[in-house]
T-cell receptor
């Protein structure tokens, strides 16, 4: 079967750095997405990785290792508004998105 | 309209009733999707449409039907609602026309409770 694993919940301090991990086992791989979802709102796109390595976008970076079936999202200089769920999703061989359950990130002052 | 809209925002429905969730996008995206989101589970694909006039089944299609008569609209129908269909439903769209990746844009969601 297809499986994507993320921690259920993480806590971090305002101004700090946090890394959210995602491991996947899917039938084929055509890319990995990270989305942010604030409580009661729709998911919004953060990043896409298809090649190994790090993609940086401001305070957010996303890393991919295809051989390990592993990705992480790195958030720097955390702000209170970063409190949200972070969803990892993999594009499988049929170009359908397989979603993880999401990691709820709690930021404390 | 800007982006994707869904209606209603929320609904309480008696079991056995028929219900249609509406979804409209104005971005001229060719692909559209319906997901349900339940606590502790990832988004699960119900149905999708790669282009107007075609639809396909996702991971959890039973009890749901869709149609795609034009590019903009993609309604989801529950023929006879059951309590297990209580969930938050998200509609999404993407442009598959030659981009390197097709980021999905989501509507605000419909919170459905079936009693």
């Amino acid at each position: 079967g297809q499986n994507i694993d993320q921690p259920t919940e993480m806590t971090a301090t305002e101004g700090a750095i946090v890394q959210i991990n995602c491991t996947y086992q899917t039938s084929g791989f055509n890319g990995l997405f990270w989305y942010q979802q604030h409580a009661g709102e729709a998911p919004t796109f953060l990043s896409y990785n298809v090649l190994d390595g790090l993609e940086e976008k401001g305070r957010f970076s996303s890393f991919l290792s295809r051989s390990k079936g592993y990705s992480y999202l790195l958030l720097k200089e955390l702000q209170m508004k970063d409190s949200a769920s972070y969803l990892c999703a993999v594009w499988d061989s049929n170009y359908q998105l397989i979603w993880g359950a999401g990691t709820k990130l709690i930021i404390k002052p | 309209i800007a982006g994707i809209t869904q209606a209603p925002t929320s609904q309480i429905l008696a079991a056995g009733r028929r219900m249609t969730l509406r979804c409209t996008q104005d971005m001229r995206h060719n692909a559209m999707y319906w997901y349900r989101q339940d606590l502790g589970l990832g988004l699960r694909l119900i149905h999708y449409s790669n282009t107007a006039g075609t639809t396909g089944k996702g991971e959890v299609p039973d009890g749901y039907s869709v149609s795609r008569a034009n590019t903009d609209d993609f309604p989801l129908t529950l023929a006879s609602a059951v309590p297990s269909q209580t969930s938050v439903y998200f509609c999404a769209s993407s442009d598959d026309s030659g981009n390197s990746y097709n980021e999905q844009f989501f509507g605000p969601g419909t919170r459905l409770t079936v009693l």
